[in-house]
Protein backbone atom coordinates (compact mmCIF):
# COMPACT_ATOMS: atom_id res chain seq x y z
CA UNK A 1 0.00 0.00 0.00
CA UNK A 2 1.24 3.52 -1.16
CA UNK A 3 0.22 6.67 1.21
CA UNK A 4 1.06 9.77 -0.90
CA UNK A 5 0.63 14.04 -0.55
CA UNK A 6 2.45 16.68 -2.12
CA UNK A 7 5.58 15.98 -0.24
CA UNK A 8 7.34 12.60 -0.05
CA UNK A 9 5.39 9.33 0.05
CA UNK A 10 4.66 6.37 2.24
CA UNK A 11 5.30 2.58 1.40
CA UNK A 12 3.77 0.68 3.89
CA UNK A 13 2.82 -2.53 4.19
CA UNK A 14 0.06 -3.82 6.87
CA UNK A 15 -0.34 -7.14 7.97
CA UNK A 16 -4.16 -8.91 8.45
CA UNK A 17 -4.38 -6.60 12.05
CA UNK A 18 -3.98 -3.58 10.63
CA UNK A 19 -0.60 -3.32 12.06
CA UNK A 20 2.10 -2.25 9.94
CA UNK A 21 5.51 -4.44 9.24
CA UNK A 22 7.28 -1.59 7.05
CA UNK A 23 7.50 2.24 6.64
CA UNK A 24 9.19 3.40 3.62
CA UNK A 25 10.07 7.17 2.18
CA UNK A 26 9.53 6.06 -1.20
CA UNK A 27 12.74 8.57 -2.74
CA UNK A 28 14.94 6.79 0.10
CA UNK A 29 17.89 5.61 -2.34
CA UNK A 30 18.40 2.90 0.35
CA UNK A 31 14.75 2.12 1.21
CA UNK A 32 15.34 1.85 5.03
CA UNK A 33 12.80 0.29 6.83
CA UNK A 34 11.05 2.36 9.90
CA UNK A 35 10.06 -0.39 11.45
CA UNK A 36 12.39 -2.74 13.27
CA UNK A 37 12.87 -6.03 11.71
CA UNK A 38 10.20 -9.18 13.01
CA UNK A 39 8.14 -6.13 15.27
CA UNK A 40 4.85 -5.05 14.43
CA UNK A 41 3.69 -1.13 14.69
CA UNK A 42 0.89 -0.32 16.18
CA UNK A 43 0.41 -3.25 18.33
CA UNK A 44 -1.24 -2.75 21.33
CA UNK A 45 -0.63 -4.17 24.60
CA UNK A 46 -4.51 -4.05 26.48
CA UNK A 47 -5.33 -5.34 29.79
CA UNK A 48 -8.36 -8.03 29.89
CA UNK A 49 -12.39 -6.78 28.66
CA UNK A 50 -10.33 -3.37 27.09
CA UNK A 51 -10.22 -3.65 22.99
CA UNK A 52 -8.48 -1.43 20.79
CA UNK A 53 -8.31 -0.96 17.02
CA UNK A 54 -6.69 1.53 14.48
CA UNK A 55 -7.71 3.33 11.71
CA UNK A 56 -5.14 5.12 9.38
CA UNK A 57 -5.48 8.02 7.11
CA UNK A 58 -3.00 10.10 4.56
CA UNK A 59 -3.78 14.02 4.55
CA UNK A 60 -3.07 16.09 1.59
CA UNK A 61 0.21 17.15 2.97
CA UNK A 62 1.89 13.77 3.27
CA UNK A 63 1.26 13.14 6.56
CA UNK A 64 -0.30 9.81 7.85
CA UNK A 65 -1.87 10.15 10.51
CA UNK A 66 -2.68 6.69 13.19
CA UNK A 67 -5.90 6.94 15.46
CA UNK A 68 -5.88 4.59 18.18
CA UNK A 69 -9.49 3.83 19.58
CA UNK A 70 -9.96 1.79 22.48
CA UNK A 71 -13.12 0.71 24.13
CA UNK A 72 -14.50 -0.81 27.50
CA UNK A 73 -15.77 -3.92 27.22
CA UNK A 74 -15.97 -4.66 31.02
CA UNK A 75 -19.74 -4.00 32.53
CA UNK A 76 -18.13 -2.30 34.97
CA UNK A 77 -15.97 0.84 34.99
CA UNK A 78 -12.36 0.56 34.04
CA UNK A 79 -9.63 2.72 35.85
CA UNK A 80 -6.58 2.62 34.03
CA UNK A 81 -3.56 2.02 35.83
CA UNK A 82 0.07 3.60 34.70
CA UNK A 83 1.44 1.49 31.69
CA UNK A 84 -1.38 -1.20 31.58
CA UNK A 85 -2.26 0.02 28.11
CA UNK A 86 1.13 0.26 25.58
CA UNK A 87 0.93 0.57 21.45
CA UNK A 88 4.02 -0.44 20.08
CA UNK A 89 6.31 2.32 17.56
CA UNK A 90 9.36 0.12 17.33
CA UNK A 91 11.87 2.47 15.50
CA UNK A 92 14.83 0.47 14.30
CA UNK A 93 16.92 1.91 17.02
CA UNK A 94 19.51 -1.22 17.38
CA UNK A 95 23.14 -1.30 16.44
CA UNK A 96 24.66 -3.37 13.58
CA UNK A 97 28.23 -2.88 11.46
CA UNK A 98 28.30 0.64 11.79
CA UNK A 99 28.14 0.92 7.68
CA UNK A 100 24.41 -0.19 8.11
CA UNK A 101 23.92 1.98 11.44
CA UNK A 102 24.93 4.82 9.01
CA UNK A 103 21.78 4.40 6.46
CA UNK A 104 19.45 2.20 7.64
CA UNK A 105 18.80 2.84 11.81
CA UNK A 106 17.68 6.02 13.81
CA UNK A 107 17.60 7.19 16.86
CA UNK A 108 14.61 7.78 18.57
CA UNK A 109 14.43 10.85 21.06
CA UNK A 110 10.92 10.20 22.47
CA UNK A 111 9.55 12.81 24.50
CA UNK A 112 6.49 11.44 26.36
CA UNK A 113 4.58 15.28 27.95
CA UNK A 114 1.12 14.40 28.46
CA UNK A 115 -0.49 16.48 25.29
CA UNK A 116 3.27 17.05 24.15
CA UNK A 117 3.93 14.07 23.17
CA UNK A 118 6.55 13.14 20.45
CA UNK A 119 9.39 11.07 18.74
CA UNK A 120 12.22 12.58 16.58
CA UNK A 121 13.68 9.69 15.06
CA UNK A 122 16.61 10.46 13.31
CA UNK A 123 18.85 7.99 11.31
CA UNK A 124 22.17 7.53 12.77
CA UNK A 125 24.30 8.60 9.68
CA UNK A 126 22.46 11.81 9.28
CA UNK A 127 21.18 11.57 6.14
CA UNK A 128 17.42 12.47 5.33
CA UNK A 129 15.09 11.86 5.74
CA UNK A 130 13.71 10.94 9.25
CA UNK A 131 10.40 9.77 10.64
CA UNK A 132 8.77 12.52 12.58
CA UNK A 133 5.43 11.30 15.46
CA UNK A 134 3.80 14.03 16.72
CA UNK A 135 0.40 13.71 19.25
CA UNK A 136 -2.73 15.30 17.76
CA UNK A 137 -5.18 14.22 20.46
CA UNK A 138 -5.30 12.32 23.86
CA UNK A 139 -2.41 12.04 26.23
CA UNK A 140 1.37 10.17 26.77
CA UNK A 141 2.71 9.86 30.16
CA UNK A 142 5.59 7.73 29.91
CA UNK A 143 7.03 4.95 27.39
CA UNK A 144 8.42 1.20 28.25
CA UNK A 145 10.20 -1.27 26.35
CA UNK A 146 10.55 -4.60 25.40
CA UNK A 147 13.59 -5.98 24.85
CA UNK A 148 15.49 -9.40 23.54
CA UNK A 149 17.84 -9.62 26.84
CA UNK A 150 20.07 -11.64 24.46
CA UNK A 151 21.06 -8.61 22.19
CA UNK A 152 23.00 -7.39 25.27
CA UNK A 153 24.18 -3.73 24.79
CA UNK A 154 23.43 -3.76 21.14
CA UNK A 155 19.41 -3.21 20.70
CA UNK A 156 17.19 -0.71 22.67
CA UNK A 157 14.39 -2.89 22.22
CA UNK A 158 10.39 -2.03 20.83
CA UNK A 159 9.15 1.37 22.31
CA UNK A 160 5.77 1.29 23.86
CA UNK A 161 4.17 4.75 24.33
CA UNK A 162 1.63 4.42 27.33
CA UNK A 163 -1.63 6.84 26.92
CA UNK A 164 -2.88 8.42 30.08
CA UNK A 165 -6.56 7.40 30.09
CA UNK A 166 -9.19 8.77 32.13
CA UNK A 167 -11.50 6.18 33.60
CA UNK A 168 -13.92 4.47 31.17
CA UNK A 169 -17.60 3.86 31.97
CA UNK A 170 -18.87 0.77 30.30
CA UNK A 171 -19.30 0.91 26.49
CA UNK A 172 -17.46 4.05 26.86
CA UNK A 173 -14.28 4.85 24.09
CA UNK A 174 -11.58 7.41 24.15
CA UNK A 175 -8.97 8.49 21.43
CA UNK A 176 -4.91 8.38 20.64
CA UNK A 177 -3.94 10.36 17.38
CA UNK A 178 -0.79 11.59 16.22
CA UNK A 179 0.55 12.15 12.71
CA UNK A 180 3.73 10.43 10.64
CA UNK A 181 6.01 12.70 8.69
CA UNK A 182 9.09 13.08 6.95
CA UNK A 183 11.56 15.84 8.06
CA UNK A 184 14.90 16.71 7.25
CA UNK A 185 17.16 18.21 10.33
CA UNK A 186 15.87 18.99 14.28
CA UNK A 187 15.09 22.77 12.85
CA UNK A 188 12.55 21.29 10.51
CA UNK A 189 11.08 19.04 12.87
CA UNK A 190 10.78 21.42 15.41
CA UNK A 191 9.39 24.00 12.93
CA UNK A 192 6.26 21.08 12.60
CA UNK A 193 6.65 20.34 16.14
CA UNK A 194 5.11 24.04 16.46
CA UNK A 195 2.36 24.52 13.73
CA UNK A 196 0.57 20.78 14.86
CA UNK A 197 -2.55 21.52 16.36
CA UNK A 198 -2.03 21.68 20.51
CA UNK A 199 1.81 21.40 20.63
CA UNK A 200 4.16 23.89 22.26
CA UNK A 201 7.77 23.62 21.60
CA UNK A 202 9.82 23.94 25.26
CA UNK A 203 13.06 25.23 24.89
CA UNK A 204 15.30 24.60 27.85
CA UNK A 205 18.49 26.99 28.63
CA UNK A 206 19.68 24.74 30.65
CA UNK A 207 18.45 20.98 32.25
CA UNK A 208 20.65 21.36 35.34
CA UNK A 209 21.34 24.43 37.40
CA UNK A 210 23.53 25.40 40.27
CA UNK A 211 22.46 26.73 43.12
CA UNK A 212 21.87 31.19 42.79
CA UNK A 213 21.89 30.49 38.56
CA UNK A 214 19.21 32.19 37.02
CA UNK A 215 16.65 30.01 35.58
CA UNK A 216 15.04 30.63 32.13
CA UNK A 217 13.73 28.51 29.51
CA UNK A 218 11.19 29.76 26.72
CA UNK A 219 7.47 28.26 25.74
CA UNK A 220 6.98 28.35 21.97
CA UNK A 221 3.42 28.23 19.69
CA UNK A 222 1.87 29.00 16.92
CA UNK A 223 -0.03 32.32 16.71
CA UNK A 224 -2.62 30.95 14.68
CA UNK A 225 -3.34 28.21 17.29
CA UNK A 226 -2.82 29.53 20.72
CA UNK A 227 -3.79 33.13 19.78
CA UNK A 228 -6.82 33.26 21.68
CA UNK A 229 -5.79 30.82 24.43
CA UNK A 230 -3.36 32.09 27.77
CA UNK A 231 -0.90 29.59 28.66
CA UNK A 232 -0.35 28.96 32.39
CA UNK A 233 2.86 28.15 34.34
CA UNK A 234 3.12 26.78 37.57
CA UNK A 235 6.20 25.67 40.40
CA UNK A 236 4.84 23.42 43.25
CA UNK A 237 1.14 24.98 42.54
CA UNK A 238 2.25 28.78 42.42
CA UNK A 239 2.05 30.46 39.17
CA UNK A 240 4.98 31.90 37.15
CA UNK A 241 4.90 34.98 35.67
CA UNK A 242 6.33 34.63 31.87
CA UNK A 243 7.17 37.43 29.56
CA UNK A 244 4.65 37.09 26.49
CA UNK A 245 6.24 38.42 23.04
CA UNK A 246 5.11 38.19 19.49
CA UNK A 247 7.36 37.67 17.21
CA UNK A 248 5.48 37.06 13.38
CA UNK A 249 3.70 33.63 13.98
CA UNK A 250 5.01 33.03 16.67
CA UNK A 251 4.33 33.95 20.52
CA UNK A 252 7.27 33.42 23.35
CA UNK A 253 6.29 32.88 26.63
CA UNK A 254 9.70 33.73 28.93
CA UNK A 255 9.98 32.28 32.22
CA UNK A 256 12.73 33.59 34.20
CA UNK A 257 13.49 33.28 38.00
CA UNK A 258 16.29 34.26 39.78
CA UNK A 259 15.68 32.08 42.71
CA UNK A 260 14.67 28.40 42.62
CA UNK A 261 15.21 25.25 45.63
CA UNK A 262 17.56 22.71 45.14
CA UNK A 263 16.27 19.74 44.09
CA UNK A 264 13.91 18.46 41.34
CA UNK A 265 11.86 21.43 39.77
CA UNK A 266 8.27 20.76 37.50
CA UNK A 267 7.42 23.48 35.93
CA UNK A 268 3.10 22.56 35.01
CA UNK A 269 2.29 23.95 31.58
CA UNK A 270 -1.35 24.18 30.82
CA UNK A 271 -3.67 25.38 28.75
CA UNK A 272 -7.56 24.06 29.10
CA UNK A 273 -7.11 20.55 27.73
CA UNK A 274 -3.84 20.46 27.10
CA UNK A 275 -1.43 20.32 29.71
CA UNK A 276 2.70 19.71 29.94
CA UNK A 277 6.08 20.36 31.92
CA UNK A 278 9.75 21.06 31.82
CA UNK A 279 11.10 19.18 34.12
CA UNK A 280 14.87 20.69 35.92
CA UNK A 281 17.52 19.81 38.20
CA UNK A 282 19.20 22.06 40.28
CA UNK A 283 22.07 21.30 42.31
CA UNK A 284 24.72 22.92 44.75
CA UNK A 285 27.29 25.14 43.42
CA UNK A 286 29.74 23.16 41.37
CA UNK A 287 32.66 23.56 44.11
CA UNK A 288 30.49 22.54 47.31
CA UNK A 289 29.11 19.49 44.73
CA UNK A 290 32.67 18.23 44.53
CA UNK A 291 33.73 18.66 48.08
CA UNK A 292 30.53 16.30 48.92
CA UNK A 293 31.61 13.52 46.94
CA UNK A 294 35.10 13.18 46.98
CA UNK A 295 34.68 13.22 50.42
CA UNK A 296 32.05 11.08 50.53
CA UNK A 297 34.51 8.82 48.50
CA UNK A 298 37.17 9.36 50.96
CA UNK A 299 34.90 8.21 53.75
CA UNK A 300 33.11 5.57 52.30
CA UNK A 301 34.37 3.91 48.86
CA UNK A 302 37.95 3.14 50.20
CA UNK A 303 38.27 -0.19 51.36
CA UNK A 304 40.61 -1.02 54.33
CA UNK A 305 42.21 -4.64 55.19
CA UNK A 306 45.43 -4.92 55.71
CA UNK A 307 46.65 -8.06 54.04
CA UNK A 308 43.64 -8.27 51.40
CA UNK A 309 44.62 -7.79 48.08
CA UNK A 310 42.28 -5.13 47.99
CA UNK A 311 43.22 -2.97 50.71
CA UNK A 312 42.96 0.66 49.48
CA UNK A 313 40.78 0.20 46.98
CA UNK A 314 37.98 2.23 45.57
CA UNK A 315 34.41 0.16 45.47
CA UNK A 316 30.96 0.23 44.21
CA UNK A 317 28.78 1.63 47.44
CA UNK A 318 25.70 0.74 47.67
CA UNK A 319 23.45 3.72 48.72
CA UNK A 320 20.27 0.95 49.94
CA UNK A 321 22.35 -1.33 52.06
CA UNK A 322 25.00 1.34 53.25
CA UNK A 323 27.91 -0.83 52.25
CA UNK A 324 30.96 -1.82 49.85
CA UNK A 325 30.26 -4.20 46.70
CA UNK A 326 33.20 -5.91 45.18
CA UNK A 327 32.77 -8.88 42.65
CA UNK A 328 34.87 -10.72 40.27
CA UNK A 329 32.48 -9.63 37.79
CA UNK A 330 34.02 -7.15 35.65
CA UNK A 331 31.89 -4.56 36.22
CA UNK A 332 32.07 -4.35 39.89
CA UNK A 333 35.25 -5.33 40.59
CA UNK A 334 38.83 -3.39 41.96
CA UNK A 335 39.90 -1.78 38.97
CA UNK A 336 38.41 -0.18 35.19
CA UNK A 337 35.96 2.33 35.38
CA UNK A 338 36.62 2.90 38.98
CA UNK A 339 40.21 4.53 38.70
CA UNK A 340 38.17 7.34 37.54
CA UNK A 341 37.58 7.87 41.76
CA UNK A 342 41.05 8.17 41.99
CA UNK A 343 41.46 10.69 39.28
CA UNK A 344 38.82 13.09 40.39
CA UNK A 345 40.60 13.13 43.87
CA UNK A 346 43.72 14.00 42.16
CA UNK A 347 42.19 16.36 40.14
CA UNK A 348 40.10 18.39 42.70
CA UNK A 349 43.04 18.66 45.54
CA UNK A 350 44.84 20.65 42.82
CA UNK A 351 42.64 23.37 43.97
CA UNK A 352 41.35 21.96 46.98
CA UNK A 353 43.06 21.59 50.83
CA UNK A 354 41.70 18.18 52.57
CA UNK A 355 43.80 16.01 54.55
CA UNK A 356 41.43 13.24 55.05
CA UNK A 357 40.63 13.33 51.18
CA UNK A 358 44.78 13.35 50.38
CA UNK A 359 45.40 10.40 52.65
CA UNK A 360 42.76 8.39 50.98
CA UNK A 361 44.02 8.89 47.54
CA UNK A 362 47.74 8.34 48.49
CA UNK A 363 46.62 4.97 50.29
CA UNK A 364 44.88 4.47 46.48
CA UNK A 365 48.38 5.01 45.08
CA UNK A 366 49.51 2.57 46.62
CA UNK A 367 46.84 0.08 45.97
CA UNK A 368 47.40 1.09 42.05
CA UNK A 369 51.00 0.21 42.32
CA UNK A 370 50.60 -3.00 43.80
CA UNK A 371 47.71 -4.90 42.57
CA UNK A 372 46.85 -2.91 39.37
CA UNK A 373 50.13 -1.72 37.56
CA UNK A 374 53.40 -2.83 36.50
CA UNK A 375 55.70 0.17 36.68
CA UNK A 376 58.65 -1.82 35.00
CA UNK A 377 56.37 -2.93 31.54
CA UNK A 378 53.23 -0.51 31.58
CA UNK A 379 50.78 -3.37 31.61
CA UNK A 380 47.76 -2.00 33.22
CA UNK A 381 45.77 -4.79 35.18
CA UNK A 382 41.93 -5.52 34.80
CA UNK A 383 41.39 -6.22 39.08
CA UNK A 384 43.61 -6.58 42.27
CA UNK A 385 46.04 -9.57 42.01
CA UNK A 386 47.28 -8.45 39.13
CA UNK A 387 44.37 -10.02 37.53
CA UNK A 388 44.43 -9.52 33.47
CA UNK A 389 42.38 -12.72 32.88
CA UNK A 390 40.89 -9.78 30.31
CA UNK A 391 43.14 -8.01 29.05
CA UNK A 392 41.05 -4.82 28.69
CA UNK A 393 42.43 -1.86 26.87
CA UNK A 394 40.12 1.05 27.70
CA UNK A 395 42.05 0.68 31.38
CA UNK A 396 45.22 2.07 30.01
CA UNK A 397 44.36 5.72 29.19
CA UNK A 398 42.03 5.98 32.40
CA UNK A 399 45.25 4.77 34.46
CA UNK A 400 47.58 7.47 32.43
CA UNK A 401 45.05 10.08 33.26
CA UNK A 402 45.19 8.71 37.15
CA UNK A 403 48.94 9.69 36.70
CA UNK A 404 48.64 12.87 34.72
CA UNK A 405 46.67 14.24 37.57
CA UNK A 406 48.67 13.05 40.07
CA UNK A 407 51.74 14.82 38.39
CA UNK A 408 49.96 17.84 38.39
CA UNK A 409 49.36 17.54 42.10
CA UNK A 410 52.40 16.92 42.93
CA UNK A 411 54.71 17.81 39.74
CA UNK A 412 56.70 14.20 40.94
CA UNK A 413 58.62 12.93 37.40
CA UNK A 414 57.77 9.24 38.62
CA UNK A 415 54.29 10.01 38.07
CA UNK A 416 54.96 11.62 34.53
CA UNK A 417 56.92 8.70 33.46
CA UNK A 418 54.00 6.23 34.40
CA UNK A 419 51.77 8.42 32.27
CA UNK A 420 53.95 7.63 29.07
CA UNK A 421 54.77 4.43 30.15
CA UNK A 422 51.00 3.38 30.15
CA UNK A 423 50.47 5.21 27.04
CA UNK A 424 53.78 3.13 25.24
CA UNK A 425 52.24 0.07 26.36
CA UNK A 426 48.99 0.49 24.90
CA UNK A 427 49.92 1.36 21.15
CA UNK A 428 52.25 -1.88 21.55
CA UNK A 429 48.81 -3.60 22.08
CA UNK A 430 47.41 -2.55 18.90
CA UNK A 431 45.95 0.74 20.59
CA UNK A 432 45.67 2.68 17.02
CA UNK A 433 43.07 0.60 15.98
CA UNK A 434 40.82 0.70 19.14
CA UNK A 435 38.88 3.61 20.18
CA UNK A 436 39.50 3.79 24.08
CA UNK A 437 37.69 6.19 25.64
CA UNK A 438 39.69 9.04 27.28
CA UNK A 439 43.00 9.36 25.86
CA UNK A 440 44.73 13.01 26.80
CA UNK A 441 46.14 13.41 23.75
CA UNK A 442 46.72 17.36 23.98
CA UNK A 443 47.41 17.20 27.36
CA UNK A 444 49.85 14.32 27.88
CA UNK A 445 52.14 15.86 24.77
CA UNK A 446 52.34 19.48 26.02
CA UNK A 447 53.31 17.89 29.97
CA UNK A 448 56.13 15.55 28.52
CA UNK A 449 57.34 18.86 26.47
CA UNK A 450 57.13 20.91 29.44
CA UNK A 451 58.69 18.25 31.75
CA UNK A 452 61.90 18.26 29.95
CA UNK A 453 61.29 15.02 28.26
CA UNK A 454 60.73 15.79 24.96
CA UNK A 455 61.91 12.58 23.12
CA UNK A 456 59.11 11.11 25.12
CA UNK A 457 56.50 13.75 23.98
CA UNK A 458 57.64 13.54 20.29
CA UNK A 459 57.34 9.17 20.50
CA UNK A 460 53.69 9.55 21.91
CA UNK A 461 52.96 12.41 19.16
CA UNK A 462 54.23 9.68 16.30
CA UNK A 463 51.59 7.16 17.89
CA UNK A 464 49.40 9.57 17.93
CA UNK A 465 49.09 10.04 14.63
CA UNK A 466 49.47 6.70 13.74
CA UNK A 467 46.21 6.29 15.64
CA UNK A 468 44.69 9.22 13.67
CA UNK A 469 45.48 7.88 10.28
CA UNK A 470 43.45 5.23 11.10
CA UNK A 471 40.54 7.29 12.36
CA UNK A 472 40.47 9.06 8.98
CA UNK A 473 41.04 5.31 7.31
CA UNK A 474 37.78 4.30 9.31
CA UNK A 475 35.88 7.24 8.77
CA UNK A 476 32.08 6.22 9.65
CA UNK A 477 32.83 2.34 9.12
CA UNK A 478 33.74 2.51 13.11
CA UNK A 479 34.95 -0.74 14.27
CA UNK A 480 32.90 -2.65 16.90
CA UNK A 481 34.17 -3.06 20.43
CA UNK A 482 31.81 -4.47 23.57
CA UNK A 483 28.70 -2.42 21.44
CA UNK A 484 29.03 -3.14 17.93
CA UNK A 485 28.13 0.76 17.43
CA UNK A 486 27.97 3.35 20.31
CA UNK A 487 28.10 7.27 21.40
CA UNK A 488 30.89 6.44 23.63
CA UNK A 489 32.84 4.93 20.07
CA UNK A 490 32.62 8.01 17.94
CA UNK A 491 32.71 10.43 20.68
CA UNK A 492 36.69 9.56 21.31
CA UNK A 493 37.12 9.28 17.48
CA UNK A 494 35.78 12.74 17.36
CA UNK A 495 37.92 14.25 20.44
CA UNK A 496 41.38 12.45 19.18
CA UNK A 497 40.71 14.40 15.76
CA UNK A 498 40.27 18.06 17.06
CA UNK A 499 43.36 17.24 19.79
CA UNK A 500 45.35 16.15 17.17
CA UNK A 501 44.65 18.90 15.04
CA UNK A 502 45.54 21.16 18.12
CA UNK A 503 49.04 19.36 18.09
CA UNK A 504 49.82 18.99 14.65
CA UNK A 505 47.74 22.17 12.97
CA UNK A 506 47.28 19.62 10.07
CA UNK A 507 43.92 20.59 8.33
CA UNK A 508 42.59 16.85 7.32
CA UNK A 509 42.22 15.80 10.75
CA UNK A 510 40.15 19.04 11.49
CA UNK A 511 38.11 17.92 8.48
CA UNK A 512 37.65 14.70 9.59
CA UNK A 513 36.84 15.59 12.93
CA UNK A 514 33.72 17.74 11.65
CA UNK A 515 32.78 15.24 9.66
CA UNK A 516 32.42 12.38 12.43
CA UNK A 517 31.45 15.39 15.01
CA UNK A 518 27.99 15.92 12.54
CA UNK A 519 27.61 12.53 13.71
CA UNK A 520 27.81 12.14 16.71
CA UNK A 521 25.45 15.35 17.68
CA UNK A 522 22.81 13.12 16.35
CA UNK A 523 22.77 10.68 19.45
CA UNK A 524 21.65 14.07 21.84
CA UNK A 525 18.11 14.75 22.39
CA UNK A 526 16.84 18.01 23.62
CA UNK A 527 13.81 17.18 25.11
CA UNK A 528 12.48 19.61 28.06
CA UNK A 529 13.62 16.95 31.20
CA UNK A 530 16.99 17.18 32.41
CA UNK A 531 17.41 13.39 32.21
CA UNK A 532 17.42 13.73 28.47
CA UNK A 533 18.41 17.18 27.78
CA UNK A 534 21.75 17.27 25.59
CA UNK A 535 21.79 13.36 26.91
CA UNK A 536 23.07 11.10 24.42
CA UNK A 537 20.88 7.64 23.61
CA UNK A 538 22.66 5.10 25.78
CA UNK A 539 20.43 1.92 27.28
CA UNK A 540 22.67 -0.90 28.67
CA UNK A 541 24.77 0.43 31.40
CA UNK A 542 22.24 0.31 34.11
CA UNK A 543 23.00 -3.45 33.18
CA UNK A 544 26.25 -3.83 33.73
CA UNK A 545 27.72 -1.00 36.55
CA UNK A 546 24.24 -1.19 38.14
CA UNK A 547 22.33 -3.49 41.42
CA UNK A 548 18.99 -4.09 39.50
CA UNK A 549 20.72 -4.94 36.11
CA UNK A 550 18.04 -3.46 33.63
CA UNK A 551 18.65 -3.54 30.18
CA UNK A 552 17.09 -0.43 29.72
CA UNK A 553 17.69 3.37 28.38
CA UNK A 554 19.84 5.59 31.03
CA UNK A 555 19.32 8.96 30.82
CA UNK A 556 21.92 10.22 31.90
CA UNK A 557 24.72 7.68 32.04
CA UNK A 558 27.83 9.34 32.53
CA UNK A 559 29.69 8.56 29.44
CA UNK A 560 27.40 10.60 27.31
CA UNK A 561 30.01 13.71 29.08
CA UNK A 562 32.51 12.17 26.31
CA UNK A 563 30.22 14.20 23.54
CA UNK A 564 30.32 17.36 25.73
CA UNK A 565 34.18 17.20 25.64
CA UNK A 566 34.14 16.70 22.28
CA UNK A 567 32.02 19.60 21.72
CA UNK A 568 34.10 22.11 23.90
CA UNK A 569 36.92 20.89 21.80
CA UNK A 570 35.48 22.00 18.55
CA UNK A 571 34.41 25.16 20.26
CA UNK A 572 38.45 25.95 21.18
CA UNK A 573 39.63 25.23 17.87
CA UNK A 574 36.51 27.31 16.58
CA UNK A 575 35.29 29.80 18.63
CA UNK A 576 31.31 28.26 17.69
CA UNK A 577 29.49 29.41 20.88
CA UNK A 578 26.51 26.87 19.77
CA UNK A 579 28.83 23.86 20.71
CA UNK A 580 30.10 25.81 23.33
CA UNK A 581 26.49 25.98 24.63
CA UNK A 582 26.18 22.27 23.59
CA UNK A 583 29.23 21.73 25.79
CA UNK A 584 28.06 22.80 28.85
CA UNK A 585 24.69 21.27 28.34
CA UNK A 586 26.02 17.99 27.90
CA UNK A 587 28.38 18.16 30.40
CA UNK A 588 26.24 19.44 32.70
CA UNK A 589 23.91 16.69 32.00
CA UNK A 590 25.38 14.09 33.74
CA UNK A 591 25.77 15.09 36.90
CA UNK A 592 22.02 14.43 37.98
CA UNK A 593 24.10 11.20 39.25
CA UNK A 594 25.73 13.30 41.61
CA UNK A 595 23.44 13.90 45.16
CA UNK A 596 24.13 16.67 47.25
CA UNK A 597 24.81 14.66 50.32
CA UNK A 598 27.78 13.22 48.16
CA UNK A 599 26.50 10.02 47.01
CA UNK A 600 25.92 8.93 43.69
CA UNK A 601 24.40 6.56 41.51
CA UNK A 602 25.84 4.29 38.30
CA UNK A 603 22.98 5.67 36.12
CA UNK A 604 19.45 6.40 35.86
CA UNK A 605 16.79 3.78 34.40
CA UNK A 606 14.40 6.12 32.69
CA UNK A 607 11.25 3.68 30.90
CA UNK A 608 8.47 3.16 33.17
CA UNK A 609 9.48 -0.70 32.33
CA UNK A 610 12.02 -3.07 30.70
CA UNK A 611 10.48 -6.05 30.16
CA UNK A 612 7.44 -5.57 32.46
CA UNK A 613 9.98 -4.30 35.22
CA UNK A 614 9.11 -0.95 37.00
CA UNK A 615 11.77 1.45 36.34
CA UNK A 616 11.97 5.41 36.59
CA UNK A 617 15.07 5.14 38.88
CA UNK A 618 18.49 5.95 40.07
CA UNK A 619 20.08 2.90 40.86
CA UNK A 620 21.65 2.39 43.90
CA UNK A 621 25.07 1.68 43.25
CA UNK A 622 27.56 3.82 43.11
CA UNK A 623 30.23 2.78 40.63
CA UNK A 624 31.57 4.46 37.73
CA UNK A 625 29.77 7.56 37.73
CA UNK A 626 32.60 10.12 38.70
CA UNK A 627 34.50 10.21 35.17
CA UNK A 628 31.55 12.42 34.82
CA UNK A 629 32.24 15.03 37.58
CA UNK A 630 36.05 14.54 36.61
CA UNK A 631 35.42 16.07 33.31
CA UNK A 632 33.15 18.66 34.16
CA UNK A 633 35.74 19.87 36.94
CA UNK A 634 38.24 19.65 33.59
CA UNK A 635 35.59 21.70 30.99
CA UNK A 636 32.68 23.08 32.79
CA UNK A 637 32.66 26.81 32.45
CA UNK A 638 31.82 27.28 35.96
CA UNK A 639 34.39 25.63 37.30
CA UNK A 640 36.96 28.02 35.23
Known amino acids: MIYGGLGMEFIVKENENHQLESIVNKNDKYKMNWVATGKKWGEMFL????????????STEGKITEKYIFVNNRNWEYFPQKGEIG???????????????????????????????????????????????????????GYSIIRNEKELSNDRGTIILNPKINNLKPGEMTVIQWDLFWYDSQREFEEKLLHQEGQLLIQLEHGIYFEGEDLCFHIKADEEIWREKEIEVTLAGEKISAEKTENGNCIDYKVKMDSVSQGEQEFLIKCKEYSTSAIILVLPKIEKLAEKRCRFIAEKQQYFCSGSLLDGAFLTYDNEDKRLVYEKEYDHNGGRERVGMGALLALWLQKNKDMKVEKALQKYTEYIYRELYDENTGIVYNDAGRDNTWNRLYNYPWLAIFFMERYRLYNEVADLKNMYKIMKSYYAQDGASFYAIGIPMLESVNLLKSGGMEREAEELLRYYETHGEMLIKNGLCYPPHEVKYEQSIVAPAVNYLFQLYELTGKILYLEEGKKQLAVLVLFNGHQPDFHMYENAVRHWDGYWFGKYKNLGDTFPHYWSSLSGVAFREYEKITGERSYGVKAENSLRGVLSMINSDGSASCAYVYPFMVNNVRCQYADPWANDQDWALYYYLKEGKNYD
Request: charged share 25%; glycine share 12%; proline share 6%.
Open 47 to 58: PDGITGRIERTV
Open 87 to 141: IAVPFPDNYTAAEICMRERCHAHIRCGESQSYIAGIRMGGEKPNLGLVLKEGKIE
